[in-house]
Each structure stands twice: as structure tokens, then as C-alpha cells.
């Protein structure tokens, strides 16, 4: 069964740029791996996806190396409005059973 | 607004009492979740349904009973609950349930006292 693997926390600063990695050493061949944002209160929320090599969207970039054994969230020019918690989602399939494994989250705190 | 909405926001309950909680998804997907948030700990799936259908039942206790009537609402049924049960629970919904895209509601906070 695959397994996720990120830090428990991160501190940066506002204007940076932050990379939280997840490691996920049995991921499914063909499944997707998905970040979420949640703050506190509120429910997990998509934040990007991809599949391998890099995606890019208007919040985040995602790069996954080749062998997709890891996955990196990065954020441009943090604020204060991305103090979250930050959660890696991957698929596996054993025995066509699918599951999907959350990550423990990655709390990052961002300061002035 | 996510799509998903769950009610109540909050609840507080005893436990000896019966409540529930509902969940109502306006993105027209297939499948529909049940997850525990505890403080300090990861999220924990609890039940799957994928076309109405119940796929997984991830060891809960029987005093959580999920219901499914149809594609767009899930509720909770708690009865006899434990205070160790206090927790935040997540209703979402995907597509399928081999998809994991999945679109989160706010939450419902539970207490039990």
C-alpha cells in the first residue's frame, strides 16, 4: 500500500517562495497526485494536480520527477493568507482495490 | 462555496442522544465521503459511496450509521456516542470513487459531553 511522507511543518516568510515535498513510494501507476489547502475550520481544498513532469496554475506549481516517487507543491511569494495546513493525495491500487492515502499534512506558517 | 454543504456547522450532544448530520452535493458526481478530522491527526476516511452503494466501511464503530438515498445526499446517523468522538467531520464528494479530485463541505463540528 502506498504511503505519503511530508514534513509535519514549515516556516517562511511573506514574499518567498515555498516548497513543501511529499514522498509517496507506491504510487499507483496510473493515479494522479493532488495537493490540498485547508485552513482552520474549513474543509481540505483543491489546490493543483498533476500527473508527471510540472503543472502550473494561477495559485501553485506541482513538480513530479520521472519516477513520481515524490511530488513538490511550490508556492510563489507567500502572504500571511497562506498560513494552512497543505495535504499530498495519491491513489494506489492493491489487489483492484483502490484507496486513496492522505498525506499527514504540512502546516506552514507564514510570518511578516 | 465549494458545492458541498453540510449541516449543522456545529452540535453538541450527549451520550445517550440520537442526531445526524446531512450532506448535500450540487456538483452532480457519483461518489460521496465521510472523513474524521481529530486535532492533531491526519485525515481518516470512515465511509465511501459510489452510485449510492456503500465501497468501504473503514472499520467504523457501529454507532456511526451512513446513509446514502441518493447521488446528491449522505448523512450520519450517531447514536451512543463517546467523547473521544469530538471531532470535525468532512463530507465530500468526486466524480467516482476512483477520482481524487475530491470537493470538501466546511465541516460539521462535533461535541460530545
Known amino acids: 500500500l502506498a504511503k505519503t511522507t511530508q514534513p509535519i511543518s514549515m516556516d517562511s516568510y511573506e514574499g518567498q517562495e515555498v516548497n513543501i515535498t511529499c514522498s509517496h513510494n507506491?504510487?499507483?501507476?496510473?493515479?494522479?497526485i493532488t495537493w490540498y489547502q485547508q485552513f482552520p475550520s474549513q474543509g481540505p481544498r483543491f489546490i493543483i494536480q498533476?500527473?508527471?513532469?510540472?503543472v502550473t496554475n494561477e495559485v501553485a506549481s506541482l513538480f513530479i520527477p520521472a519516477d513520481r516517487k515524490s511530488s513538490t507543491l511550490s508556492l510563489p511569494r507567500v502572504s500571511l493568507s497562506d498560513t494552512a495546513v497543505y495535504y499530498c493525495?495519491?491513489?494506489?491500487?492493491?489487489?483492484?482495490?483502490?484507496?486513496?492515502?492522505w498525506g499527514a499534512g504540512t502546516k506552514l506558517i507564514i510570518k511578516p | 462555496e465549494t458545492g458541498v454543504t453540510q449541516t449543522p456547522r456545529h452540535l453538541v450532544m450527549g451520550m445517550t442522544n440520537k442526531k445526524s448530520l446531512k450532506c448535500e452535493q450540487h456538483?452532480?458526481?457519483?461518489?460521496m465521503y465521510w472523513y474524521k478530522q481529530s486535532a492533531k491527526k491526519p485525515l481518516e476516511l470512515m465511509f465511501v459511496y459510489n452510485f449510492k452503494e456503500q465501497t468501504e466501511n473503514n472499520s467504523v464503530p457501529s454507532r456511526f450509521s451512513p446513509e446514502c438515498p441518493n447521488s446528491s445526499h449522505l448523512f450520519l446517523h450517531l447514536h451512543t456516542l463517546q467523547p473521544e468522538d469530538s471531532a470535525l467531520y468532512l463530507c465530500?464528494?468526486?466524480?467516482?470513487?476512483?477520482?481524487?479530485?475530491?470537493?470538501f463541505g466546511e465541516g460539521s463540528w462535533l461535541t460530545v459531553v
Open positions: 465530500a464528494s468526486s466524480q467516482d470513487a476512483q477520482g481524487n479530485t475530491i470537493y
Open positions: 498533476g500527473y508527471k513532469t510540472k
Open positions: 456538483l452532480g458526481h457519483n461518489a
Open positions: 493525495l495519491v491513489g494506489d491500487e492493491v489487489d483492484s482495490n483502490y484507496q486513496l492515502i
Open positions: 507506491n504510487i499507483a501507476t496510473n493515479d494522479y
